[in-house]
């Protein structure tokens, strides 16, 4: 999927197309018994399906027709779905008693600074990953969240206080293991929304086997001492940092994505947006970072450019700046020798930009050396 269109640039277009009202004809037809044994209907053996709540049962013609509605109101609201894990990605809980504080030594830990919070009632303290009430808050405005655990209710409810204390953030939209399908595996088909607008954030991939390409894959977040061979951040006696540990990293990379999705500039509509794609297509460039120079007319904002964009959708970070830490590329259309000698010196790559362009059609990295620039009248070959 291409998310920037050829046409508009660098002026805004607002070309978000509204799902139509056909979009909304299922047929919800189900029956009306009580009766169910086993996820079938004891009367007229009409299959349904048990809905997180104990007590609510519907038809796939029910939650099909759900799944519709409700995804067309949230893209109207300007916003798309995430999935958040609990252990290991928001938090760390451990039942270890070495870690069991006292009274005293709790007193010496503010939960509002340290998260670090004791359950005695459950013999177990829990630590919350730095920078995770900020993420949340910051990433409400973008998405519906909800949380989804292999860990039982009572556990997920609690800790879902702790995250979300005003419960505003997740309300019932709490999956645990007693409405998974299978143990140790994670379904989207228990969140009633489009999976093309359906990101996930957990440490385990193999739960999400049959949803591999919605996953954001999370570094594993081991405070306390593991009984495996990772040494624990309390060990060290050290934590994640605020706003450079991993989900400080991760809301930068979540809200590009909203963006991408929500640009208006995409060739088609809302309805044909793909969070897969998207994912998909930032695997192109990771790690490279692109300045321009000489490519954008003063009266242009480089930000808004058509360039600057399929960079930042293949998983580039640009930067107006020479002066930009740890520049990997410069995308240029000449150099002098100096500047070239210099840049290699540097370790810079110096490249045209119709390299972008190829990369970005094909949505594969192509040798920088296939697209030199000038040196005065000379073509220099980048390496």
């Known amino acids: 999927m291409k998310i920037i269109s050829e046409k508009g640039f660098p002026k ?5 197309e509204s799902s139509s009202s056909s979009d909304l004809d299922v047929d919800t037809k189900t029956c009306a018994h009580l009766r169910v044994v086993i996820g079938m209907c004891w009367v007229c053996k009409r299959e349904v399906f048990k ?3 104990k007590d609510l049962w519907l038809s796939p013609d029910e939650i099909a027709g759900i799944r519709v509605v409700e995804s067309v109101k949230l893209l109207n609201d300007g916003k798309i779905v995430l999935v958040l894990d609990l252990d290991h990605t928001l938090l760390h809980s451990t039942k270890d008693s070495k870690h ?3 009274r005293q030594e709790l007193l010496e830990h503010n939960i509002n600074k340290d998260g670090l919070i004791s359950l005695k009632h459950l013999g177990m303290m829990t630590k919350l990953r730095p920078y995770v009430h900020t993420f949340l808050k910051e990433a409400s405005t973008m998405f519906e969240m909800y949380i989804y655990t292999t860990a039982d209710r009572r556990y997920a409810s609690l800790m879902a206080d702790f995250l979300d204390p005003e419960n505003v953030y997740f309300k019932s939209k709490i999956i645990v293991r007693e409405d998974l399908f299978a143990p140790d595996e994670k379904n989207l088909q228990l969140v009633l929304r489009h999976q093309r607008m359906v990101l996930v954030l957990d440490d385990t991939k193999h739960v999400w086997r049959y949803h591999p390409d919605n996953l954001i894959l999370v570094k594993r977040y081991y405070f306390f001492d593991a009984r495996h061979e990772i040494v624990s951040l309390s060990a060290m006696n050290n934590d ?7 989900l400080a990293t991760i809301l930068k990379k979540l809200k590009l994505i909203h963006r991408l999705f929500s640009n208006p500039k995409f060739k088609g509509g809302l309805a044909h947006r793909d969070v897969k794609l998207i ?6 460039l990771p790690g490279c970072k692109l300045t321009f120079e000489g490519i954008f007319p003063s009266d242009i904002e480089p930000q808004k450019s058509r360039l600057w964009m399929m960079a930042e959708e293949l998983g580039a970070v640009c930067s107006t700046s020479s002066l930009f830490t740890s520049r ?3 995308i240029t259309l000449v150099a002098t020798e100096e500047e070239s000698r210099q840049a290699e010196l540097d370790g810079i790559i110096l490249v045209h930009p119709a390299w972008l362009h190829s990369c970005y059609e094909l949505a594969k990295r192509f040798p920088e050396a296939d697209y030199p620039i000038k040196l005065k009248n000379k073509k220099l070959r980048s390496s």
């Not at 805004?12 to 978000?16: C, E, G, I, M, R």
């Not at 994640?240 to 991993?246: D, F, L, N, R, Y």
């Not at 994912?279 to 192109?284: A, E, G, P, Q, W």
Request: aromatic share 4%.
């Open 279 to 284: 994912l998909d297509r930032l695997k192109v």
């Open 240 to 246: 994640e940092g605020e706003t450079t540990g991993v």
């Open 12 to 16: 805004d277009l607002s070309d978000l």
């Open 51 to 53: 809905y997180i709540d």
């Open 328 to 330: 990997t590329h410069v």
């Open 100 to 102: 069991l504080k006292t």
